[in-house]
């Protein structure tokens, strides 16, 4: 059983795009996806088989005011509007709607990891949990703290899954897989710094302690899963699919040219899956 995480990483997670482009070029389907933020969103336009969809949110969407911007920050107190990305343009009646019944048709599973704001804990949902115009996991999964307020799904709040499960390899051998497809969107090289997520732990502690505690201890954990899943690409076990370089790319940069070539290098790096497959 053939799996793929895609970790997402906020407008980096156009390199996971082109990863999925390229296997709907060559008609190459998966038996479980299991997503992580923008990474959800890429895994369930690839299910709904919409060749350059996600490239568009990223490379058009992205740059739009109601999708981020200060704006939304100060009427909205948002500096992303989830509500704008998976609703408004993904709706049936959105600009760009997402396919539910091809979405819903296809036979892949697919999980998507959320942290429950409440617990620190990682929960994952379902495909069953996305529903015709319900994209609410999808959201709940790219609520970064601080840059969203926690997304409410079935009455509990839940922020970014790349908190407490950013590589969750362990769950997809849980659910069966044998060999594990793994697209990162920062060299895999690259090793978080847990300096990095001081101000978020701080500006989230006080109403959320639990998330803070997650916050704190993300770097240990997303380093621990990383030098883990290199460990079983050098098995055999794994194939790691990530870009050699990222420049000067955050999770929310808006530059046209560097998201432009990250596409491109999920696109080219892709073509390494078919070996992967048949070794």
Known sequence: MIGV??????TRGIFGAGVFDWCMDQGISFDYLIGVSAGSANMTTFLAGQRGRNYKFYDEYAFRKEYMSLRNLIFKREYVDLDYIYSTLSNSDGENPMDYKAFAANPTQMEIVVTNALTGKASYFSKSDIGYDDYDCIKASCAVPVVCKPYTVYGVPYYDGGLSDPIPYKRAFEKGCDKLIVILTRPKNMMRDPKKDNR????????????AEAIHNRAQVYNTQLREVLQLERQGKALIIAPDDIGDL?????????LRLLY????????????????
């Open 5 to 10: 995480i895609d970790v997402g990483g906020g």
């Open 200 to 211: 978020l732990e701080w500006l989230t502690k006080r109403r959320y302690p639990k998330a």
């Open 250 to 258: 955050k999770t929310l940069t808006k530059d046209h040219e560097p």
């Open 264 to 279: 491109k290098k999920g696109y080219s790096g892709a073509a390494a899956i078919p070996q992967f497959l048949n070794a």
